[in-house]
DNA sequence: TCATACTTGATCGAATTAGTCAGGTATGCT
DNA sequence: AGCATACCTGACTAATTCGATCAAGTATGA
């Protein structure tokens, strides 16, 4: 399990974005450089985040993307779903199909531990906002630690510091 | 993200183990037949399986696999761990290697959430032990249910509930 | 009207997944 | 001992997904 380059590349650009001043603009030249991605790339991602609603563009010359809400209303779990469809595939949904019946029977006591997985995964990325990002202060995570408080006792999240 | 065929058979042919009665033993042709997963596959997983110590097997004729330890002792984390090396796979540790150097700068505020996530999704499925599965569903599904409240009020597992 | 910037969809090599295949080695039963 | 049963090992491969690239547009503002 993992995270893919695609979301990994698509969170950048939505960090850059939220970085913004109010109505200021970022142009997809620019933030392939920014981010060092390939323009072809960036220009597929803007697409499919602002098909997603997360992005709006300003055509013409000194056009440019911004975000199309507040960063606080942007969470990392509609990210994922604007880019890649879904945060979770149910393993019952990809592996019985058609002609083919779910091999979890009933009275099955897997399945609700992979539905409960998943829950848990979009429950949690659906939680993080994008001005949560963007700050370098420990602030960022209340409200994710808020819902898995107690899973470590030690303490706030450390920001990464390394290089 | 998805849970892989992989995991999932391996999950069910421990399941099938899980079920035995003490002593008793299935042998790689019972399982292959039972969970409708070709021999050669199923092999390949119960020598993973048994590499990370999750089974036992007996040789000779007559002879086949059983769980290492009790059903209790054994996690989904774990099984996950022996059949695919790891559970959840760090982004920085996969777009960052050699020459090239992690994009995630310091005062990164992205790389905290996907170690937590991380973190999370290891937790939640070491903590669900190969005992929850074997029971019928409604039972199963209060076992992961008591885990996420447990989650997120004390922070630990109730390992020894009562039937 | 032209440069800039966004838009669309097809394509494609690389990596991973999902399984197969071939050829062993160890054990228990007779 | 002989041999059938069953486990063990690792190489191999077809299918799928990932990670982009490429070509050919369309819309806008100066």
Not at 55 to 81: F, N, P, W
């Amino acid at each position: 399990m993992r995270i893919t380059s695609l979301v990994e590349c698509s969170t950048r650009i939505m960090v850059r974005l939220a970085s913004l001043q109010p109505g200021a603009t970022l142009s997809a030249e620019k933030l392939s450089d920014l981010e060092n991605v390939s323009r072809d790339y960036v220009d597929q991602i803007l697409q499919r985040l602002r098909k997603g609603g997360l992005v709006a563009s300003t055509r013409g010359a000194q056009g440019g993307y911004s975000l199309a809400k507040a960063s606080s209303a942007i969470s990392i779990g509609e990210l994922v779903r604007a880019v890649e469809g879904q945060v979770f595939e149910e393993v019952c949904e990809r592996y019985s199909s058609g002609e083919h019946e779910c091999r979890h029977m009933s009275n099955c006591g897997i399945r609700p531990v992979w539905l409960r997985l998943g829950e848990m995964i979009e429950g949690f990325l659906d939680k993080v906002t994008l001005d949560q990002l963007t700050v370098p202060e420990p602030r960022a995570f209340a409200a994710t630690m808020a819902f898995i408080k107690d899973f470590e006792k030690e303490g706030r999240i450390q920001h990464d510091k390394r290089r």
